[in-house]
């Protein structure tokens, strides 16, 4: 079966890729790295993750796509692999304590 990704990926660009339900994540991977100039694979490592809502998944990249449950027009994202690990979008007054509660530093 045949299905239009769209890809967001680490530079702010949104590809769209024509890949087939029994292509494996990490052949997306590679396609993904062609299509933003990195041919060599010297540029920053990252992973695909898949967007549902506001949760991110991190795919397996072992797996064919319709193992992973990806369908035509899913929103894919190119994140660093330590980035990866946060699997939901959050702002980042969410993520951080505000400045007045958190510790002063020694020499302030």
Same mark, same amino acid.
């Given at each position: 079966m045949?299905?239009?990704l769209q890809i967001?990926? @680490?530079?702010g660009r949104t590809l769209t890729i024509a890949a087939s339900s029994t292509d494996? %994540?990490?052949s997306l991977n590679v396609r993904v790295q062609r299509a933003?100039?990195?041919?060599?694979?010297?540029?920053?490592?990252f992973c695909l993750c898949h967007a549902e809502g506001d949760t991110l998944t991190? @795919?397996?990249?072992?797996q064919s796509l319709?193992?992973?449950?990806?369908?035509?027009? %899913?929103?894919?994202?190119a994140r660093r692999p330590h980035h990866a690990k946060t699997t939901t979008f959050e702002a980042i007054y969410q993520t951080t304590e505000p400045g007045f509660l958190?510790?002063?530093?020694?020499?302030?």
């Open positions: 045949a299905l239009q967001y990926t @680490l530079k494996t %994540a990490a933003t100039g990195d041919v060599t694979g010297s540029g920053p490592p991190l @795919l397996d990249e072992s319709a193992a992973l449950g990806i369908r035509d027009g %899913a929103r894919l994202f958190q510790p002063r530093l020694a020499n302030s």
